[in-house]
C-alpha cells in the first residue's frame, strides 16, 4: 500500500504523550517521517532515549503525567528545544482490568489521573501557543470501549467517555482561535502489551468475528490517521470522533 503525505505537516512541533512505546511511539515515527519536529514524553525513560536516538531531532522528556507540574514543564521544557507546539498528541493512557467492586476510590483516582486529567493539563499548557500562531490541533486519544461499556474497566471507560465530552467542549471554547480538538477511538489494537496480557487467540477470534474489515488492527493505523487530523487537509474539522475500528461499532 501507499499511503499519504502532509506537506502541511513539515516542520511543526509535535507533542505527544506516552510516546515511547506502542501507539504512542507509532505516532511519534509517524509523524516524524512528515517531516514534523517530534517531542514525546513517557515514565519510561530506557525506551524514550532508545527512540530519539533511531529518530534524529526527536526530543524526549520523562515525565510522570500524574503530577501536573511535571506534565507543565515538559511542554515548556519541549517548545524551548524544538519551537511553538501546534500538534498535541494527548495518548497516555493505562487499560488496567479490574472488577468495579474491588476498585478503591484511591485506585479510582489513579486511574482518572492517567486516563483523563493529562489530557486537560496538557490542552491548557499548549493553548497559549496555538493562539499566539492562529492555530493548531489537538488529538485526544479515546476509545471505542467508551461506546461499547465493556466490564472490569470502569474507571477507563469513564475516562475515555470523558475525553469524547472534553474534545466537544473545548473544540467549541477554542475554535474562534482556529484551534481544532478531535478524539481519535481505536478499537483492538495489536501492541505487545496486548498481546502479552489479554489478546489470546479465542478473544481475536471473538474480536475477528465482529468486525467488518478483515485483519489486525496496527498502532500505524491509528497513528495515520492522526496524521490526517493534524493536517490542513482537516482544517475544518473540529469537535469531531474519528473511530477506526475495522467496523467493530
Known amino acids: 500500500m501507499t499511503f499519504a503525505a502532509h506537506p502541511s505537516l513539515k516542520d511543526r512541533v509535535v507533542f505527544v504523550t506516552g510516546g515511547a ?20 514524553v513517557d515514565r519510561q525513560a530506557d525506551a524514550g532515549q532508545a527512540l530519539t536516538r533511531e529518530l534524529a531531532g526527536s526530543w524526549f522528556g520523562r515525565c510522570d503525567v500524574t503530577n501536573a507540574h511535571d506534565l507543565e514543564h515538559q511542554v515548556a521544557a519541549a517548545a524551548a528545544a524544538l519551537g ?5 498528541i494527548n495518548n497516555v493512557a493505562d487499560d488496567t482490568r479490574r472488577d468495579a467492586v474491588d476498585t478503591s476510590v484511591e485506585a479510582w483516582r489513579t486511574g482518572l489521573a492517567v486516563n483523563l486529567d493529562p489530557a486537560f493539563v496538557a ?9 499566539a500562531a492562529g492555530g493548531g490541533a489537538i488529538i485526544n486519544v ?24 472534553l474534545s466537544k467542549g473545548l473544540a467549541r471554547e ?22 502479552a496480557l489479554w489478546l489470546t487467540p ?16 496496527t498502532p500505524d493505523d491509528i497513528a495515520r490517521a492522526a496524521l490526517f487530523l493534524a493536517s490542513d487537509d482537516a482544517r475544518m474539522i473540529t469537535g469531531q470522533n474519528l473511530v477506526v475500528d475495522a467496523g467493530r461499532t
Not at 490542552?123 to 493562539?131: H, K
Request: no cysteine; net charge positive.
Open 21 to 40: 512505546t506502542g501507539i504512542g511511539a507509532s505516532f511519534v515515527r509517524q509523524f516524524h517521517a512528515q517531516g514534523s519536529r517530534v517531542a514525546f
Open 84 to 88: 511553538p507546539i501546534s500538534v498535541l
Open 123 to 131: 490542552a491548557v499548557a499548549v493553548y497559549p501557543m496555538m493562539q
Open 142 to 165: 479515546s476509545s471505542i470501549n467508551a461506546l461499547l461499556g465493556p466490564a472490569h474497566l470502569a474507571t477507563y471507560v469513564a475516562a475515555k467517555g470523558a475525553i469524547n465530552a
Open 174 to 195: 477554542w475554535g474562534p482561535d482556529r484551534i481544532r480538538v478531535n478524539a481519535l477511538s481505536p478499537g483492538w489494537v495489536v501492541t505487545e502489551r496486548q498481546l
Open 202 to 217: 479465542e478473544a481475536e477470534a471473538d474480536w475477528a468475528s465482529k468486525v467488518a474489515l478483515p485483519g489486525r488492527l
